[in-house]
C-alpha cells in the first residue's frame, strides 16, 4: 500500500468517529524517517482513543502495519506510526500549543535569523 492510499483510509477513518480540522503535510523533503503526517483534533480524551484505535482497525483491515501508538495512557494527544505515514490526534488545547501543522510546513521559520 502506497503512502497516497494509507492516507485516504486514515482521513476516511478519522471523518467516520467525527474529528475535526484533519490536515495532511507533506515532510518529505524535510526528513527521511516519513513522508506525511496528519494532524487531526477531537473533542475529548474517549474522542481521541476512538479516532485512534478506528484508523489502527482499518488501517489493519487494508493490510497496513501499525509500528507503535503513544499516548494512549492520557489521552490528550495520540500518534499513531504508520511508517510513512505518522497520524497526531489531538485536544485542541495541546494542537494550538504545539502547532505541528506550521512547524512541519515551514521549518524555516523557526529558525531566528543570526544577522
Known amino acids: 500500500m502506497n503512502s497516497k492510499e494509507l492516507i ?3 482521513i476516511d477513518a478519522l471523518e467516520e468517529i467525527k474529528a475535526h480540522d484533519i490536515d495532511v503535510v ?13 494532524i487531526a483534533s477531537a473533542d ?13 482497525e482499518k488501517v489493519k483491515a487494508a493490510g497496513g502495519k501499525i509500528y507503535s501508538v503513544e499516548g494512549e495512557q492520557t489521552g ?3 500518534l499513531v506510526d504508520l511508517g510513512d505515514v505518522i ?11 504545539y502547532n505541528l501543522k506550521a512547524l512541519w510546513s515551514d521549518p524555516a521559520a523557526s529558525i531566528p535569523n543570526s544577522a
Not at 475529548?44 to 489502527?56: C, D, E, H, I, M
Open 87 to 97: 497520524v497526531h490526534i489531538m485536544l485542541p488545547a495541546i494542537r494550538d500549543y
Open 76 to 78: 490528550e494527544w495520540l
Open 8 to 10: 485516504t483510509i486514515v
Open 26 to 38: 507533506d515532510v518529505a523533503k524535510i526528513t527521511s524517517m516519513f513522508e506525511y503526517i496528519v
Open 44 to 56: 475529548s480524551t474517549r474522542q481521541t482513543k476512538a479516532l485512534a484505535g478506528n484508523v489502527q
